[in-house]
């Protein structure tokens, strides 16, 4: 959990056409950041010149320069400075830019406006603090579960454990039932690999992990949401990989396609998917649901990699 | 003599059929030559030749399928054909000698647009379009020609009328028209919900932060009490924004195999009105019902919006039962059956305050709603009519005195284009 008004040592850059929208953002991250604002990327270039940023946030679509092209720029040039873009419009239709400019975060424009996954993520982006499901909880957020699989079996019992869990205490447990059981077999069975990059384990056999391999996974709830996070050491998921899932499944084949179903399934029906990765020590798969259709807009792309 | 008996009859064979080749020949020529199909008699008084042709040109006229009817100067009627005295519901005796404004138009006198009198003047064909007559309820539509027969000295002697109902051809093409107008509305519609997104969502954002930090901009209690209506108005925007663009959307779907009666019942679930527990609600489930194609959220969609409209109408029903001291209980009932080997059939039937007669024809198009404003987007039919069209089924109604049936036609296997 994220406290609120304590002040951080980051310089933010908000790129985006629309006033009210730098405003938004710039009073809700003013508390904690230093913050200037550009209105086209053109004058965000100049920006960067004068001052250094530890963080550029820039729509997509601007008259000029698009948010996509100038954060390659910045990438390019300001090597240390991180970058996520932000857009009213479907981000699925922005999948295929994300590949191509490596973007790993675009954040929904939704209504009302989420300020707390903003939060999360600019928080995460600035200090490479992103793993852990506490830290996408509200200040009124409470753990509830948190367990280990070493085995195939125990993987049943314990998602069937949460998913009695969540309807028990919310009534609904949404599509998770579904996608739950997509990713805890992604990280038994397709995370650990042979040194020769072969999958150690075949689906749909009971298996037993090695000491060393291990999955965690945490539920947790807050005011506006409950969510779940399955975590292994592996760290074999790379950006790129998740990318090309995901546009894969939006452009082709859909659900039929076995190759990152549970990746594709995770996005449609939970209402955020979260993947913070630390290349070869850790892969964490976070699934939300928002009470009540909280925030209304399109779904967000947040792939973290340190 | 016994071995040429063969050759013997071979020759009488040949000689056979030659004499009949010749003899068929023959008859086709002569049916040629008499180059006449019908047989006339060969003598005939000139009387009958006269009772004849008549007979001939009356077929004609009868068979005409516009309706015909030949005036005099004073309007009298002097001919009719069938097609006119089926379209005016009487026999053709009675109709000579009336005047054709009494029949059709059931008038007294002559009709003020009428295009007989037209011809009779000017001795041209005139065409008068958009004839409305009212019947009961309805409007009906006339198209009607009229065509001079003058005599020898080019008088306009008599007037043909011609009459056709075009009442269906006209509610089609106004319905073309409409779904033309509908389409562009809808593509225009697509292009700026998804502009308002931005917009809204800097309002609703900004709202966000004067209630989180009203200090940080010197407000007080009043001024918070208004940004939250501005949260509220942008948030309801924002749905009705929603709803749009899932009708102009493009297809980004997913096909699962589901049993439509858990479904229904889950739908069922998430429904909640006041008053809604003292509906009976009845179902009535076909328990062998095969699982089904289809994308599970947008059906769940389309159920709980025919659902909501039966219980709102039971619900307004009651009201207006209570007001009159009379006595009513509500009854839903919900039921899915194998249509054919291919479909399953879903309907959802309410006695509520049914549908005005008025207002069928339009409860599919978009905005169209009954409910005051604020209370419904009018969007909801028309949604659940292009989900179900997309999976390639078919979603109607019916009503049968207060009882609304609706029912939704669905394919088992994946078949739209959804």
Redesign the interface.
Known sequence: MVKANDRLPYRILVVDD?K??R???V??LENRYELDTADTGENALEMLKQKKYDLVISDINMPGMSGPELLKVVRKEYKGTKTALIT??NI?EYITIAKEYEISNIIP?????N?AELDSLIYGLLTGDIFGLDRYLLDDGMMMEKHVIKSSRQAREIRENIISLFVDKFGTCGDMKLILDEIITNAIYHAPLRDDGTEKYQEFTDIDLEPQEYIYVECGYDREKYAVSVTDLQGRLTKDTVLYKIDRQ?TGE??LDDSGRGLHMSR?FADRLIINIAPNRRTEVILINYFANKY??YKPLYINEL | MIQLLPVLLIVLAIGCAYWWVKRETQRRYELFDSDSTIEVPKKVTLDEQIRISKKELETVFDAITEAICIIDKKFTIIRVNKSYAALVGQPIKKLLGKHCYQTLWKRDSICSDCPASGTFLSGEVVVRKGIRVKEADENKFFEMKTYPVSDETGRVVHVIEFTREVTDEKRISEQLIRSEKLASIGIMTAGIA?EM?????????????LL??PQ?YGLNERGIERVRAI?DS??RA??IM?DLLYLSRKA?S???LISINSLIIKAVEVIHYPGMSEIHQRFNFEKSLPLIHCDPAKIEQVIINVISNAVQSILEKKQICLQNNISFSGLLLISTQLQDEENILITISDNGTGIPEANRSRIFDPFFSTRPPGQGTGLGLSISHKIIEEHGGRIFFDCIDDVTVFSIVLPIERKGYY
């Open positions: 629309e009210a929208i405003m938004m953002l009073d809700f009213a419009y699925d424009k939704t209504v009302p406006f300020f939006i859909g659900l449609l209304r807009g | 998804h997104n931005n917009p809204l969502s800097g309002i609703s954002g900004m709202a966000v932060n989180e930090m940080k949260l942008s948030a924002t749905s929603r980004d997913t096909s699962v």
